[in-house]
């Protein structure tokens, strides 16, 4: 019989051992069923069966965790005496660490099978910090089966990060082999993680067109309004390549400027200008009140056409929103920062 070496919690509970738990080496390790019992609620429940059984003669009351090594048993048996043990983790103790290092694969299949949250969790992070392309398929199906849905996700990340080495190991091959369904199912996330990414990637690529097309059209009101003086552009390569292009409307022939693209950029904007302008009457960029009368007018001929350029110009809108709420939290944080620092100049 095992001795219990459950300093600290342990030691403070005079009374005798009450249970006895049988492991793979046919050893047996003493514990407290009120212990047990407020750790884990299945132990709990197998307490109140067994002593039911029992019926009060007497006897001490025996729990079998089979199919694990007597010293992971042994471990559980320790962090559920003293949970503050899985904080010890975090600050890197020693005797806690080496046995979480040691047993973590054991005590996160028991820490499931017994309902033991808190240790799950640590289970889980332990696991992850050591994660490696060589075993990562090893510990993905230990995830799937405990139900363990944080270290299922760290596995498929570093899956999809290093896709080529997890496809060399032994333990891809014996999937492929003996497992076909899961393997097609971490093909499919793969794919769909892949097709999100894209996704993510073509929005931010948009969003980037429509805060360009925004200060664009910051700018062109800046250029129209004040005349573009030196120093005080909102952005002074925007408004160089607006110049150019009005410059270039200018000098442009005629006859050439429906099929000139620089034309038909500086077109665009105007008329992008003129869509999104609040301004009544007397605004001061040029040909705003003819495109808005034109849209007026316009009745619907082309309604396709005419919603894809709604849709432009509100996307264009959210992006100017966006952009005038983000400088002015940057202001905010900035006044924030130069608080504190004023008073203490005054306070000298």
Not at 5 to 22: E, H, K, Q
């Amino acid at each position: 019989m095992s001795s219990p070496m459950y300093g600290g919690v342990g030691d403070t509970i005079s009374s005798p051992a009450d249970v006895l738990i049988l492991t793979a080496s046919k050893s047996r390790i003493p514990a407290h069923s009120r212990v047990l019992a407020a750790a884990s609620p299945v132990l709990e429940r197998l307490l109140d069966q067994t002593e039911k059984r029992i019926d009060g003669s007497g006897g001490a009351i025996s729990i079998s965790i089979l199919g694990v090594p007597h010293g992971a048993v042994d471990a559980f048996l320790r962090f559920l005496y003293s949970p503050s043990r899985c904080g010890m983790l975090e600050a890197k103790g020693e005797e806690a660490a080496a046995e979480m290092a040691e047993h973590a694969v054991h005590l996160l299949v028991l820490s499931h099978v017994y309902q033991v949250g808190w240790l799950k969790r640590a289970c889980e992070r332990a696991l992850a910090s050591r994660l490696a392309s060589e075993a990562v398929v090893d510990v993905l199906v230990l995830a799937r089966r405990c139900d363990a849905a944080w270290l299922h996700l760290r596995c498929m990340k570093l899956i999809a990060k290093d896709f080529a080495a997890v496809e060399r190991t032994e333990a891809w091959r014996f999937l492929q082999e003996h497992d076909p369904c899961l393997e097609l199912d971490i093909l499919q996330s793969l794919h769909d993680a892949h097709l999100r990414q894209k996704r993510r990637r073509r929005k931010r690529e948009e969003q980037r067109v429509y805060t360009e097309l925004s200060e664009a059209m910051d700018c062109l009101q800046h250029i129209c309004t004040e005349g573009c003086a030196t120093g005080h552009c909102p952005d002074s390569a925007t408004c160089r390549g607006l110049r150019q292009l009005v410059n270039h409307l200018a000098l442009c022939d005629r006859k050439k400027r429906h099929s000139c693209g620089r034309c038909k950029r500086l077109w665009q904007l105007l008329r992008l200008h003129a869509s999104i302008c609040v301004q009544p009457d007397h605004c001061q960029v040029p040909l705003c009140s003819q495109f808005k009368q034109k849209m007026d007018q316009s009745n619907g001929k082309d309604e396709e056409e005419d919603e894809k350029w709604r849709l432009l110009v509100k996307k264009v809108v959210s992006a100017r929103i966006m952009s005038c709420l983000a400088k002015r939290k940057r202001q905010e944080g900035f006044q924030d920062q130069e608080q504190p620092w004023l008073k203490h100049n005054l306070l000298e």
